[in-house]
């Protein structure tokens, strides 16, 4: 990894250093870790971030890499904020966790959640990027504006990227 990773930075930074991490590498699960590590490094007042993958076949979502404390590994489509978020294929804020109907929680110490569905080329809902923070109200339109572009850019990628269970 040729990146130098700063001490502190924007979210336009942020922005910058994830392309850098994706530059060169075909895995999508290394990197999808070195983006959930990236989040967790750089996004303040955060307790967990990470990815959600479509299973084919069930309509689950389920746990890809992540940075923060172990989490729930599978969630039904439309079910919890993250079931709810990618079933619709909208972007979700949720102020307050313990308000949302149906909630899942996974780590009793998040109180605010944002997640946003990542398209394929094809605009199919392949996974999604969760964020959680211990404090209500965290999330807002700029990280919703940062973490829709990280999607968007990860969708575009989506296909030339491969998995462990994939040749090359």
């Given at each position: ?23 060169g590498e075909t895995n999508r699960i290394a ?48 079910q919890g904020v993250v079931g709810t978020a ?24 998040s109180r605010s959640e944002i997640v946003v ?52």
């Open positions: 990894m040729d990146v130098e990773l700063p001490s502190e930075a924007s979210l336009d930074e942020v922005f910058t250093l994830a392309q850098g991490l994706l530059t990197n999808l870790a070195n983006l959930a590590a990236l989040l967790g490094q750089y996004l303040p007042r955060i307790n967990w971030a990470g990815f959600y993958l479509a299973e084919a076949g069930t309509g689950d979502w389920v746990l890809g890499p992540f940075w923060g404390k172990p989490a729930c590994t599978r969630i039904p489509s439309g990618l079933a619709s294929g909208t972007s979700l804020i949720v102020p307050d966790v313990h308000e949302f109907p149906g909630h899942i929680a996974c780590d009793a110490a569905p990542i398209r394929d080329p094809s605009q199919v809902v392949v996974a999604g990027i969760d964020v959680d923070s211990p404090w209500p109200d965290r999330f807002g339109p700029p990280e919703r504006a940062f973490l829709e572009a990280l999607a968007n850019r990860l969708g575009t990628l989506w296909s030339e990227w491969h998995g462990y269970d994939e040749r090359v």
